[in-house]
């Protein structure tokens, strides 16, 4: 690992043993003295590798190859070699090696705070949390404890605590499970600030026999349901019926287990799908609205939880989500009611902050189709395979903007469905050049597998 760091330009590192499976780097830019990282990245101080380099920003220099849809401020060509922030991503690549996540900090820290923008200029008393389940690098969740600009939502006693290990008190986490056991219980039992939604009669019985007299969430199932594009895979609630959430026809059966352990029912929770857009923003009202109708049943009711889902762009096609016409949509059932909206988004904040840096292993034409080879599969990126949510495959160098082919990239995983792309329109590829796999800063390292025992992956954390 020291030899193929040593051309970093290193100032200092800080290193010691690893429980990843990788080696988990964090590069800064130039002007972050040691000072700086231990500030940010405290409590990593015994587990990662931090990098400070000096490939700081420079000016934003026009591309050598045509614009495309996915490019914006921070991500783009630069005198022909693609950028993520100041960080030359080919370069990158010849030091680390493929594959390699790579996550940029300070997109994460401005999506959230566009998020923030939106709900507070529409006048929504509102609390964020970063859902954990997206992605939860230590680096990461370090990072945005640091900033103290959102807590964070978990979903198992395993994410529970590996959320107050990178530095979350218990009274910024957020807790929404589904078929809890009798270890989630304990844990939770033993966290008595952490926000606890249940979502079924029997976790929340099981709560209540260990935890008479807690305050807690109720996770709701509106039978309606939305997604990115209006796949019905991505959706958590809709007209099959769901293990999410306890529908409105067993309120009152909660609403009896609850007064038999003295639970106080201060917040209802929904999430009803993942990757929506503007296009569906109208299913998100509709949902609202059933969770209104639901409120008014509850007494001691504080807060709103709407979950997460808002979605990306993946492809051409799409449109970023208009934030405040979102916000607008929350703001017409909620703002002024006197409870406070609790958002969890995961992919919106950290999905199109990280790609997957890959190595072409192949070019090779059988029958009428180019196939491209990548040394990355779809376990180490799984939901262009299981969800539709595709990632985007991009030249990291390409050597002409005019000579292009249309190609199918693979993975390197025995398995049919892993292809990253068909009929790609891309600049001439060649076995090794570098390819960039886009939005794979969200359930792709999280998700990731060791099938056919190609698991093995670096994460790097850009820091600039």
């Not at 990282?37 to 591309?63: F, H, W």
């Not at 926000?195 to 026999?209: F, I, W």
Request: charged fraction near 20%.
């Amino acid at each position: 690992m020291t030899e193929a760091l040593s051309i970093l330009r290193i100032k200092q590192t800080i290193c010691s043993g690893t429980r990843v499976e990788a080696p988990l780097l964090v590069v800064l830019g130039a002007d972050c003295g040691s000072e700086r990282v231990s500030n940010a990245l405290g409590n990593l101080a015994d587990r990662v590798q931090y990098v400070i380099s000096d490939a700081a920003p420079t000016g934003e220099d026009l591309a050598a190859v045509p614009s495309t849809w996915w490019q914006r401020h921070d991500l783009r060509y630069r005198d022909g070699r693609l950028h993520l922030g100041g960080v030359d991503l080919a370069e990158l690549a010849t030091q680390i090696g493929t594959p390699s996540y790579v996550y940029r900090a300070a997109r994460v820290r401005e999506n959230i705070e566009r998020l923030d923008e939106a709900m507070s200029s529409a006048g929504i008393d509102h609390r964020l949390y970063y859902a954990m389940k997206a992605n939860r690098s230590p680096a990461l969740l370090s990072y945005l404890r640091t900033l103290n600009l959102c807590g964070v939502d978990v979903c198992s006693a395993g994410e529970l605590l590996h959320a107050v290990s990178c530095g979350f008190p218990a009274d910024a986490i957020s807790f929404t499970g589904t078929s809890l056991t009798r270890h989630d219980i304990q844990a939770l039992s033993a966290f008595k600030q952490v926000r606890v939604n249940l979502d079924s009669l029997a976790s929340l019985n099981s709560l209540g026999r260990a935890c008479p007299g807690r305050a807690v969430g109720l996770r709701v199932n509106p039978g309606r349901g939305l997604g990115y594009h209006g796949d019905s895979r991505l959706n958590y609630s809709g007209a099959a019926t769901t293990k999410f959430g306890i529908y409105p026809d067993h309120v009152e059966e909660a609403k009896a287990i609850a007064a038999t352990w003295d639970l106080r029912i201060v917040r209802l929770h929904v999430h009803a799908g993942c990757g929506y857009l503007d296009n569906e923003l109208g299913q998100l009202a509709d949902i609202f609205e059933i969770v209104g109708e639901l409120a008014a049943q509850f007494a001691d009711l504080e807060e709103i939880n709407i979950g997460g889902g808002l979605g990306v762009p993946h492809v051409a096609g799409d449109k970023a989500l208009d934030l405040r016409s979102w916000a607008a949509v929350i703001a017409r059932h909620f703002a002024g009611s006197g409870l406070r909206v609790a958002v969890e988004p995961g992919d919106y904040l950290v999905k199109d902050a990280g790609l997957l840096l890959t190595t072409v292993t192949y070019v090779e034409r059988r029958r009428d189709v180019l196939f491209a080879g990548l040394d990355a599969g779809f376990n180490l990126a799984m939901e262009p395979a299981f969800y539709g949510l595709p990632c985007e495959p991009v030249a990291v160098a390409p050597r002409s903007d005019e000579e292009t082919e249309i190609y199918t990239i693979v993975g390197n995983i025995n398995e049919a469905l892993d292809r990253w792309a068909t009929g790609h329109r891309m600049p001439r590829l060649q076995e090794g050049d570098y390819v960039a796999l886009l939005n794979c800063g969200g359930y792709a390292a999280s998700m990731r597998s060791d099938h056919c025992l190609r698991g093995q992956a670096r994460e790097v954390f850009l820091i600039d």
